[in-house]
């Protein structure tokens, strides 16, 4: 049996999901922070449960998960999910007509009740920069490792 969890394609959608709600351009960094504080929401206040469950180990998936958030990306990309947008501080990347109309078709719980964290999730951490947010998640995961959160 084939492990779709913690996978490009699992990744995939949600990336699709949150440029689809946010719809602004997006940096890679930004993007896998949302994904981040969406699946596990209640340990940010945007959620009154974590979509992926409680683990002591959660905080260490957002090491890992940058890489799978750029895996991802390259393939919607390729695929014209979405579009990149080149800055003067690297790619922002948007949903396109085709990601759009795939997002339509997603209607279940799980996907239904991202959205609502993402957009939860977006208007809390809407005034941080990248990497005030990427200090704020792990801000949040030593107060885990300390024992100060749960």
């Known amino acids: 049996m084939n492990n779709?969890?913690?996978?490009?394609?699992?990744?995939?959608?949600?990336?699709?999901?949150?440029?689809?709600?946010?719809?602004?351009?997006?940096?890679?960094?930004?993007?896998?922070?949302?994904?981040?504080?969406?699946?596990?929401?209640k340990d940010f206040g945007v959620s009154e449960y974590n979509l992926h469950g409680d683990n002591d180990y959660r905080f260490s998936e957002y090491t890992s998960k940058r890489e799978i958030v750029s895996k991802a990306i390259k393939e919607l990309v390729l695929r014209g999910y979405i579009t990149?947008?080149?800055?003067?501080?690297?790619f922002n990347y948007s949903i396109s007509k085709e990601g759009v109309t795939f997002c339509e078709s997603l209607n279940d719980k799980y996907a239904e009740d991202f959205i609502e964290i993402v957009k939860k999730a977006n208007v809390l951490f809407l005034d941080y920069s990248d990497r005030k947010l990427t200090h704020c998640i792990n801000k949040y995961a030593i107060a885990m490792l300390r024992g100060e959160k749960s």
Request: proline share 2%; hydrophobic share 45%; with cysteine.
């Open 4 to 41: 779709i969890f913690n996978t490009s394609f699992e990744v995939s959608l949600r990336i699709l999901i949150i440029l689809n709600t946010v719809q602004t351009r997006l940096s890679i960094d930004r993007i896998t922070a949302l994904d981040f504080i969406a699946i596990y929401g």
């Open 84 to 90: 990149p947008h080149c800055n003067k501080s690297g």
